[in-house]
């Protein structure tokens, strides 16, 4: 791999998402294990504008950082928990050694002795674009199935977390 | 560009952490974030295999509507499920998954 | 320029941004007096001293906001695309993307009149 | 900028320079000029917003220091500069340092995408509306960590209620947003500017403007939304903690977050730098942006410093009952009526390259929906005045506790 601009971003967007990552698996604060988080998911935005994905980015940008990080620091400020929990871990070590084994086999059974000579100078040059996305999404051929799915999913879930959420009582 | 098999080893190791996560932590809201973190792996992977496959035109979207699917029903689970852990925790007081089993027969 | 040029640029603003308010803050840092001590770094409560935790219980009406953003925020991944494919849509398309908007409406109007918008 | 860009890389590159450095010298260079613009900026706005505020509250204002106070900025960070920082015992640290670096990039990073001329702009991405929205999310995370990482009850109280109102507004703002995507059919905010040749986007859809500019007035925390800052309450909010130089960089982000609100506005709605002779010289496509975004940006600070605060609860209602409604009808009628005359072959399908001929009769059925639309809100606010009016019982019961309205 040379070093050019996309090997760099590439470099640290996954210092960016393992890092962040391993935050919020190992802090103990969970205010701070939220600010990881996002550092994680921004990292894989970047990983979406190296694919040539910006849209995805943006829109990974918008959902997490702008609304699920806001409603998970909602929802720690709701349970005030830190101080009862005093471990952090159960079952550590199988754990730690069960997702360790996922990843090797993961890592050299599957990813690198199936993928692994797969030349990048395959790739497509036409990405398609955000308007190729939404006449797509609308088109009777196309995907508009899942685009009316997708609201009823979200109305249900909208009604649904407000009906577990609300408090009766007050 | 970076080879394929690069993106697939970050998201096979996204996946591993986010699934020590979730044995391990105790915290709902911690195992929740875990949870997000793998579904973003996946994520990496969709778009991944869209970006280096050579499909017909046709399915040209495919990688990226699935991509966006799989983002709309992770935001569809944090709502959800922080809304059952708070629930529970307004009830018993707790986040402790193993601590919340009245449902257990 | 292409894309990814495009994205070069951004990713240098994005590194460079953040370097213009710190270099006035390390300035600062260079020449301020430091002169502390316990009561002026600790947390100021009007001349009060702090009692219990910061965590104070807030109310959930919090969250309940927070997801219906979320709900609206995530139904953007979608409507962007719409409207911009918008000019060359048929009306079948149109009909589609009114109905996507129409279900979400269906959802705040639950939330409406269940009393979930209310700040109480 | 990339005109220049492509000028200075192939001098670069003649004098025999490595390719990959020519560009990344080319693009510094790039990013250095579009940034300067907020920078320099920013030291105005401020004595332009103390001028303004002054003015409007019949006073002078700062006059002191060098003509008609214009280095009262420039003093005023000297002052800054020698202040001690103080850093209180219980804060996080790490998260505390940074939160005002965030705050303040995040506002620099939207001039990114900003086109100031048709061929001066730093890029043009395909997705530069989405790109505005996400990015102003990070500085609704940056007042959530200053807030939780400063350890004060009321600097986290005051954090809770921005970030709900934040999050809040910017349903309807998203709204309002993707009526010029619509009409323009593309993100690029190049595109959007171009596609306002025959017609400025505030003559088709006003309703969307007004809700745009109600929501980013919100988005910047200024009153009647100001809670940002609601003294009163909460002794003064999420940056109460904060001290020195880190303080002025919350306030300085606000001032200019403001401003690159107005020019945002010229851009989507008011043709940005469209106007008689802009094609002459960019300079004057500049002076036309320039002077629209300023204009906007001054209405802002006459609303500001005109209006009282709202209460929580009233913001809230007004937002979640009334503005995000009304954002979804508009982008529906919006919509609607223009398919339908897309059906009816009565308007070109790409407005990039329709005069104003052309646009005429969309203008006048979009301006005649949004005017009916316009009307009966108009009839249903007054209803709701004279109901509040006429129970000015219950009204002041509210009053007297407060405790339940304004409680955490």
């Known amino acids: 791999m040379e070093l050019n601009a996309i090997s760099i971003g590439f470099v640290v967007f996954t210092i960016f998402t393992l890092g962040g990552a ?9 205010f701070q294990g939220t600010i ?29 950082i702008g609304a699920i990080a806001i409603l998970i620091t909602f929802a720690v400020m709701l349970t005030r928990s830190i101080a009862r929990i005093k471990e952090r871990y159960i079952r550590t070590a199988p754990s730690f050694i069960g997702s360790l084994a996922l990843f090797l086999i993961l890592l050299l059974g599957v990813t690198i002795p199936i993928f692994g000579a797969h030349s990048p100078e395959s790739i497509p040059e036409y990405v398609a674009s955000t308007r190729d996305l939404g006449a797509a999404l609308v088109d009777e051929n196309g995907y508009v199935v899942p685009f009316l799915l997708a609201s009823v999913l979200l109305t249900a879930a909208m009604i649904g977390a407000i009906f577990i959420a609300r408090d009766e009582r007050s | 560009m970076a080879p394929l098999w690069m993106y697939l080893a970050v998201a096979a190791a996204l996946f591993s952490i986010g699934v020590f996560g979730v044995l391990a932590r105790r915290n709902a809201v911690a195992i929740l974030m875990s949870v997000e973190l793998m579904l973003n792996a996946v994520n990496i992977n969709l778009v991944a295999f869209w970006r280096y496959s050579e499909t017909s035109t046709d399915l040209l979207l495919n990688g990226y509507v699935f991509t966006a699917f799989v983002l709309i029903v992770a935001a569809a689970e944090a709502a959800v499920g922080l809304a059952i852990i708070i629930t529970v925790y307004r009830n018993r007081r707790s986040v402790i998954p193993e601590e919340a089993a009245m449902l257990k027969g | 320029m292409n894309v990814l040029n495009e994205w070069a640029f951004v990713g240098l603003f994005a590194v460079m941004a953040p370097i213009f308010p710190a270099l006035p803050i390390v300035i600062a840092w260079l020449f301020r007096p430091r002169k502390p001590n316990v009561l002026k770094s600790s947390t100021y409560e009007c001349g009060v001293e702090t009692i219990g935790d ?11 906001y927070g997801l219906i953003f979320l709900v609206f925020d995530v139904e953007m991944v979608f409507l962007f695309p719409w409207a911009v494919a918008y000019n060359e849509m048929s009306l079948f398309g149109f009909v589609a993307g009114f109905l996507f908007i129409f279900l979400l409406t269906d959802a705040l109007f639950y939330a409406w009149k269940k009393n979930a918008l209310d700040w109480k | 900028m990339e005109e220049l860009c492509t000028g200075l890389c192939s001098v670069l590159l003649e004098s025999g320079a490595d390719p990959g450095l020519a560009l990344f010298l080319s693009l510094l ?4 000029l579009v940034s300067g613009v907020p ?13 303004v505020a002054a003015r409007i509250q019949d006073r002078i204002g700062p006059n002191r220091v060098g003509p008609v106070g214009l280095l009262q900025t420039i003093a005023d960070m000297i002052k800054l500069l020698s202040k001690e920082d103080i850093t209180p015992t219980a804060a996080d640290r790490v998260l505390y340092n940074a939160a005002p670096l965030v705050s303040f990039a995040s506002v620099v990073l939207l001039w990114a995408v900003i086109p100031f001329t048709p061929f001066h702009f730093g890029v043009d991405l395909e997705i530069g509306a989405l790109y505005f929205v996400a990015i102003a999310s990070f500085g609704t995370l940056a007042i959530m960590a200053a807030g939780w990482a400063s350890n004060n009850k009321y600097a986290l109280l005051g954090a809770f209620r921005v970030v709900a109102l934040l999050v809040s507004y910017e349903v309807p703002l998203v709204f309002a947003l993707l009526v ?30 007004v809700i745009f500019y109600i929501s980013s007035q919100a988005e910047t925390g200024r009153a009647p939304f100001d809670l940002i800052e609601a003294e009163s309450e909460l002794v003064a909010g999420f940056n109460i903690e904060y001290s ?9 982000a606000e001032f200019l977050h403001v401003f690159t609100n107005g020019i945002i506005m010229a851009i989507l709605f008011f043709g940005g730098w469209m106007g008689p002779l802009y094609y002459e010289s960019p300079l004057i496509a500049f002076a036309w942006l320039g002077a629209k975004g300023g204009l906007i940006y001054l209405t802002t600070l006459w609303l500001r410093n005109t209006v009282p605060r709202l209460r929580i609860d009233q913001i809230m209602a007004f937002n979640w009952k009334f503005l995000v409604p009304l954002s979804i009808a508009n ?10 005359l897309q059906e009816l072959a009565l308007v070109p399908r790409d407005l990039l390259s329709a005069s104003f001929g052309e646009l005429l009769p969309t203008t006048v059925v979009l301006l005649l929906f949004n005017g009916a639309m316009i009307l009966y809100l108009l009839g249903i606010l007054r209803k709701r005045g004279r109901e509040a009016r006429r129970e000015p019982q219950n009204a002041r019961a509210e009053f007297a506790q407060p405790a339940s309205v304004a409680g955490h």
Request: proline letters at 3%.
């Open chain 1, 22 to 30: 391993l935050g919020v698996v190992m802090t103990r604060n969970l």
């Open chain 4, 331 to 340: 982008l529906i009628v919006v919509s609607f009526v223009l398919k339908a």
């Open chain 4, 244 to 252: 020195g130089m880190k303080f002025g960089m919350f306030f300085a």
């Open chain 4, 39 to 51: 920078l320099i900026t920013v030291i105005l706005l401020i004595w332009i917003e103390r001028k």
């Open chain 1, 36 to 64: 990881w988080l996002m550092v994680s998911l921004f990292g894989v935005a970047g990983y979406f504008v190296l694919l040539s994905a910006p849209f995805l980015a943006a829109v990974q940008i918008l959902v997490y």
């Open chain 4, 29 to 32: 260079v790039g990013v250095l």
């Open chain 3, 54 to 64: 910061t965590w104070v219980q807030f109310r959930v009406q919090y969250y309940i």
């Open chain 4, 180 to 209: 010029p995507v619509l009409l323009a059919g593309s993100m690029s905010l190049v595109d959007i500017v171009n596609a306002q040749n025959g017609m400025w986007f505030v003559v088709l859809s006003p309703l969307a403007f």
